[in-house]
C-alpha cells in the first residue's frame, strides 16, 4: 500500500496530492478557514445527501459537507434525544463544539423524519445567516415531481442570490457544473483504480479522499486528483489484477472507515457502494446543455435509488442484486447505521432480494461516535472467511 | 361516568372491520390509507379506505404491540422504528392474530404529512402485499403555506385521480367527492365543538375523553356514520353540563399534553393527572382532525388542508401552535411526551419546552416513553418527571 511505495514509482506529486487530501479529510475545518482567509468568501454547510453543491459554488461561496468532524455525541444530547442517528447527533455536536463556527450558512436536506426536525433545532443553538431545508421530492415516478424541484431549486438559488446580493448567472452555473461533474468523474476513475488495485490506492485512502471532496476547494481538489490520478493509473500497470473478495457496501453512510481496513486485510476489496459518503456522491453527473436548473432536477430523479423512497422503475433490493451481479461481487454488507430508520426499512427485503439471487449477505450495525473496533474486525472477517477466506479467493 | 355513546362507538368500530371483511367478498378494493391523507378521495373513487394505524393503537391500548414488535423484530426490523409499523409487520409475518387479521390492502395511499416513517412501511407492505403503493408528498410547509407546496400537492391529487379512474375503470366523480367533503366538513365541526368544551371551568370531556372518541372521527370522517355519532356526543354532552357532570372531580388545573397518549397506561396517566385534579384539556394531537373544505375548490382545499397539518410545519411554527391552544384552554402548565416511536414529534421537544416556559412563564415537563411499547416504559423514569412538575403546578 502507499505507505511502502516511496521507492516503487517515487512521484513526490502523487504522494504530496495523496497527503493533502488525507490531511484534509482529517482536518477538514483548515480547508474552509484557509480557504476564508485567501478568498473571503462565504462557507455554506449542508448534510448529506443530494445537496445541489453547483449552486452553491456557482453563488461564489464553498460548499462544505457536516461530515467529516468527529464530535463528542454528549454535546448534543440536551436538543436531540439518544435515539436519534449518531450522524445528525455528531452533525449537532460538532456544532454545539464550536467547531464549524466558520460556517455562514447551512442546508439540510430532508431525507427522512430526523433530518426534517434538525433545521428548527439548529437554528435555535447556533443561529447561522443562511439556514434552509432542502425539501426534496420523496417521489420521483410522476411528473409532478420534476415540476416541483425545479421550483423548489428556483427558491433555494434565489436564497443565494439574496444572500450573495447578486444574481446568479446561468454562465456561472454551468461552469459550476461543468467543474462538479469533471471532479465526479475524477473521483469515479480513482473508484475504479481502487477495485482493480487496492494495492495501489486502498479503500480507505479512496473513502477518505471522498470526504475530502466535500469539503475541499472544489478547483484546488481536481488539481489534486488529476495529479493523482495520472502516477496511480501508471502504477496500476505494475500490478496484474489479483483474485480478490469483491464486495458491495449498502448502506446509508459508512462509518468508521477502519471496517475498509479490515475487508482489505483479508483480501476482500469494495467493487461498489451505494452509500452517502461514498458512490452515490460520485455517481450523478449534470447535463451540460440546455436549462441548468432542470438539468439539476433531472440528475435528482435520476439518481441510484437509495432509502429515502421507493422508485417504481428502479426498486432498491432489485438494483443491489442486479449491481452485485454486474460488478461480480461474492457478497454484500449491509451497513446499518443505528437509528437510521429508512435504511432499517429497506433491510428486509434487501436481504430477501440477496437470499434469493443466492448472493451471501451479512448486516453489520454502525454508528457515529467511536464503536469498538476489535468486534468489528471479526465480523468483517468471519465474513469474509465465510466466503472463501483468504486463500480461496476467486 | 361511562359514556352512553360508548355503546355506539363499539358498534361503528365493529362495523368498519366488518365493512373491511366484506369489501374483500364483495370485491370492493381495499384501499390502505394514512390517518392525516385525503381519505375524501378514496371514498369519492368507491373504495373502502382501511387505516393501520388504527389497527396499531389499537393493539397498543390492548398490550400487544411488543408481541406484534417481536415478530417483526425477528425479521430484522429494528426495534426503533414506529410501533404502529411494527404492529403492521408483526401481523404480516406472524400466524397468530390476536386482533383479527389486518385487513390487507389492494392498494394503498399514504400521505407522508405525518411523517416518514408512514411512507416507508407503506411501501414495505406494498412489496408485501404485492399491492400498488402511491405517495402524496407533502414537502414541509414553513410560516406561511407556500404555492409551490399546494400547487405541486394539488398535482398529485390529480395524478392520484388518474391513477384511481385507472385501478377503477371509473371516471371519478366530483360531485361525489363534494358531498364525501361536507361530511368531512360536518364532522369536523362537531367534532371541534366537542373538544372545545373542555376550555369550560370546570369542564364535562378532556383530552382521554377525546382519545377514546377519536376514532370516528378518523376512521369514518367522511360518511354519515361520523356526523351521526359526534351529533349524539355532542347531546350528551350537552346532558352532562346540564347535570353538572364533569371529567374529573375537583378540577383545579388545566394541562397541554403532546401528543399520542401512551396507549397501553393510558388509563394509569389519566389517573395521576386527576390525582392532581388536573385535566389534561387539549393536545395538538386530537386537534389534528379540524379540517374545514372549501367545496368550490375541492382539490385546492385538500392541498391546503392537509399540507397545513401541524407535524408537517417547522419548528417555531409548532412551537407557536402549541402556545395558541395553550391560550385557547387557558391552561396552568403543559406536559411534553418524547414518544421513541415518533420522531417527527419527539425530536425538538426539549428545546420547545424551555422556549414555550420562557415565552408562556408555564411550568412544563418532557418525559421518555413508547405510546405502544412498554420495554420503553418506566414507572420510575416519568414519576421522578411528573412530581416535581406537579409539585411546581400546585405551588404556583
Ligand atoms: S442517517 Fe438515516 S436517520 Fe440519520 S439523518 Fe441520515 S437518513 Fe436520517
Ligand atoms: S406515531 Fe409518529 S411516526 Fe408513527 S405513524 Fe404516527 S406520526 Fe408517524
Redesign the pocket.
Known sequence: MLQNREEGAGNLNSLEALEILREAAENPARQATQWQEEHGGKVIGFLLSDVPEELIHAAGFLPYAVNAEEGKLEFADAHLQTWACSFSRNALAVALQDKISFLDGLIIPQTC?TTRMLLGIWKHVRPLPLMENYRLPRQVDRPSAGAYLYGELERIKKRLEEFRGKKIEEGALKNSIALYNHNRQLLRQLYGIQVEAPQVLSSKDLFKIIKAAMVMPREKLNQLLRQLFAVLKEEKECFTRASRHQLVISGTLLEPLELLDFINEKGGVVVADDLKNGFRYLEADVAANGDPLEALVQRQLKRMPAAFYEIREKRRAEYLVKLAREKEAGGVIFLHLKFCEPENYDYYDNMQAMEKAGIPAIRIETAYGGIPLGQLQTRVHAFIEMLGGEDAVR | MPWQTAELMKQLMADYYAQGAEAKEKGIPVAWVTAVSPVEIIYAAGLFPFYP?NFGAVASARKLADKFSIVAEAKGYAHDL?A??RCGIGDAHSQEHPLGEIVKPDLLLCCNT??G??SKWFEVAGRFYHAPYFLLDAPQVGMELDELTTRYYVAQLQELIAFLEDYTGKKFDYDRLREVMGYANEACRLWNEILDTAAMKPAPFGFFDACFHMAPIVTWRGTPQAVDYYRKLKQELEERIKNKVYAIENERYKLYFDH?PLWPKMRWFSDICASHHALVAVSQYTHSWAYSFDLDRPLESLAENYTEEF?NRVFEHRIQRKIKLMQKYDVDGFMLFS?R?????AFGLYDKKNIISKLTGLPGVVFEAD?SDLRFFSEAHIMAKLEPFFEQLESA
Open positions: 423524519d | 394505524e414506529c404502529y409499523s405525518q411523517c416513517s408512514l399520542i407535524v414518544n416511536s415518533c420522531k417527527p414529534n405510546m
